[in-house]
């Protein structure tokens, strides 16, 4: 994907959006605590937005900018295009991209987390290092789905009578 144009992947997400009639298209970031921000947009506002991004009052976001410094902007990564899958696919469908936060004369705002990533991730390559990364899935069984009871306390390694969940 780091080989394809901007433009490829943005007519990539136009005919995408076509073709399932999404209707909104979520643009996502992260606050500098890591915790996920979201504003929508139409279909119609697409184009435009992948073009030159979409504004945003950046002092309403932690860590980002002071009220008298607050215009931010969010320009869609069209490589990061997804449909929400827990959305009803039939109608109003919606979708998702990770935004890069920039200033509104076009420079990359100092404390997007995914700008810092991609700046620390150059600097260990200029040094010779690889990064590599994995997902660890984790999960807990609940007695019920109507509150957040464990099933059991069982930790790491321990035995079957603290584990009753041996035997799912």
């Known amino acids: 994907m780091a080989n394809k144009s901007r433009e490829e992947g943005k007519e990539y997400v136009l005919k995408r959006t ?29 184009e435009g937005a992948l073009e030159d991004g979409m504004g945003f009052d950046g002092s ?17 990564d069209p490589y990061t295009f997804q449909l929400i899958p827990w959305r009803p696919q039939e109608q109003n469908t919606v979708a998702r991209m990770f935004c890069e936060i920039l200033r509104p ?41 109507k509150g957040t009871e464990v099933l059991d306390e069982g930790g790491y390694f321990d035995m079957t009578p603290r584990d009753v969940a041996t035997d799912l």
């Open 60 to 76: 309403s976001i932690e860590g980002f900018a002071r009220i008298d410094e607050s215009d931010m902007v969010a320009l869609p």
């Open 105 to 145: 004369g076009g420079g990359h705002f100092e404390g997007d987390p995914r700008y810092v990533l991609q700046r620390i991730l150059k600097r260990a390559a200029d040094m010779g290092y690889t990064y590599y990364v994995g997902p660890e899935l984790e999960y807990f069984y609940f007695r019920d789905s």
């Open 18 to 46: 076509k073709e399932r009639d999404v209707k909104f298209i979520r643009l996502w970031f992260t606050d500098i605590l890591g915790m996920l921000k979201s504003f929508a947009i139409t279909v119609e506002e697409l």
